[in-house]
Every structure is written in structure tokens, then in C-alpha cells.
């Protein structure tokens, strides 16, 4: 149980163009889903928490507008990186709880390339 | 969340145990220590975790010490398949609010070598 999936798995797109990004939590219900970002040769950081039916809560320095979240429902959370351009390339993974549980689990990653 | 700090890096030999320390030593009495790890290129994937007692399951140990400022995570049996980088995070317990979110540092990488 507790898997986490996300799609599409790798991108490409075009500097300017938008990419959607889905997380989905499989087996069990999320109400509150997290995005991170992953540089290369770096440490997971915190952009995001996504919250079911409600407006998502970003970290400092993370752009709202750029980086759109959407929760609709309570096993999909989608993150849209807009306009995008090369320094947005990176591993974006989102992760999820279980219901009253402390732990995280995170889907596979999806790697961003802007051309 | 307390901050922790691990050793950068350590290798391990093949079927022997591998000991990850992380110290804590500003942790307070409601958080909770947790071990994820990440494989190259793949999501990070949940370990274990522990407030005060030690604790096992079927991927590794945690021991935790009596004092909570420091732990180690014990993989019994350490493969190749176990090269990864293994993050020790600290954290409240469960809030409705924040949950499962976690501040991930630079983490251990591990090695293990036939």
C-alpha cells in the first residue's frame, strides 16, 4: 500500500511553454500532497504543500504564479510550471501521508528539461 | 523541526552491517526521527522511524540513544541494491496542518561495495 505515482515521468518542452505535472496517491486518500524540487547534486527542497480543496501553501521565495497547484481531488494534486525556462529544469517529486500517519511516501520524481 | 548532521558519505562492504550515525542534539521531547533514502534518479522511499524507543522493521534498525541526541540506522545486511543517499530528518509528530512535511539536508551517501 501507500503508492504514490506521478506523470509524465521525464519532459521536454520549449522555453515560454507551459508543463503539467501529475501526482497521484494510488491506494489511499490524501488530503494534504507535498511538492519538492531537486537540483542536481543537491537535497530535496520543500516548494509546496497542496491542500485538498483549498488554496496550496508555498515556501518562502517559491512563486505562486509560476509554480500553480491544484488539489481537485483527494488523490490527485497537479503542478503546472508556467512559462517555463531553462533554470526551471530539474527533478520535481511530490510526496503524500496516509491518513494519521507520520511518515511520507514519495512517487518516482519527474525530470523537467526547458529548452 | 531540530536540525541534524550527518557524515557525508560512507561506504560499506557487500553482506556486511551498515551504521548510519545522525546527530540531534537540539531535538525536542515531540519529535520524531525519520530515515528515508534515495536512489539515484528515483523518489525518495521511507525507512523507518522512532521517537524514543529503538525500533525495527523489515528493511533496518533504528537505534535511538538514551538521551535522543543522536541515533543510528542499521542496515543488518547491506546490498548493492542499498547504494543510495539516506536522509535523517527530525519533526514534530502528526499535525493536520503540516503533515508529512519534512526539511530534507544534504543527507549520507552510502557505498557498498562488493
Known amino acids: 500500500g501507500a503508492v504514490v505515482s506521478q506523470h509524465p515521468s521525464w519532459v521536454i518542452c520549449k522555453s515560454g511553454t507551459s508543463v503539467k505535472i501529475e501526482c497521484r496517491s494510488l491506494d489511499f486518500q490524501a488530503t494534504t500532497m507535498f511538492w519538492y524540487r531537486q537540483f542536481p547534486k543537491q537535497s530535496l527542497m520543500l516548494m509546496a504543500t497542496s491542500n485538498e480543496g483549498s488554496k496550496a501553501t508555498y515556501e518562502q521565495g517559491v512563486e505562486k504564479d509560476k509554480f500553480l497547484i491544484n488539489h481537485a481531488s483527494l488523490t490527485l494534486s497537479t503542478l503546472t510550471v508556467t512559462s517555463a525556462h531553462p533554470e526551471d529544469s530539474s527533478f520535481y517529486i511530490c510526496?503524500?501521508?496516509?491518513?494519521?500517519?507520520?511518515?511520507?511516501?514519495f512517487g518516482p520524481g519527474t525530470r523537467l528539461t526547458v529548452t | 523541526d531540530a536540525k541534524t548532521t550527518q557524515p557525508p558519505s560512507m561506504d560499506c562492504a557487500e553482506g556486511r552491517a551498515a551504521n548510519l550515525p545522525c546527530n540531534h542534539s537540539?531535538?525536542?521531547?515531540?519529535?520524531?526521527v525519520y530515515w528515508y533514502r534515495q536512489i539515484h534518479s528515483q523518489g525518495p522511499q521511507y525507512i523507518i522511524h522512532?521517537?524514543?524507543n529503538n525500533e525495527t522493521n523489515e528493511m533496518a534498525s533504528l537505534i535511538i540513544t538514551e538521551d535522543r541526541k543522536s541515533s543510528t540506522l542499521i542496515l543488518p545486511h547491506a546490498t548493492l541494491r542499498d547504494t543510495a543517499v539516506y536522509y535523517c530528518i527530525v519533526r514534530v509528530a502528526y499535525e493536520y496542518t503540516n503533515a508529512g512535511k519534512s526539511t530534507f539536508g544534504d543527507g549520507t551517501t552510502l557505498t557498498v561495495k562488493p
Open positions: 537540539t531535538i525536542s521531547g515531540n519529535e520524531y
Open positions: 522512532g521517537l524514543k
Open positions: 510526496s503524500a501521508s496516509l491518513p494519521r500517519r507520520y511518515e511520507q511516501y
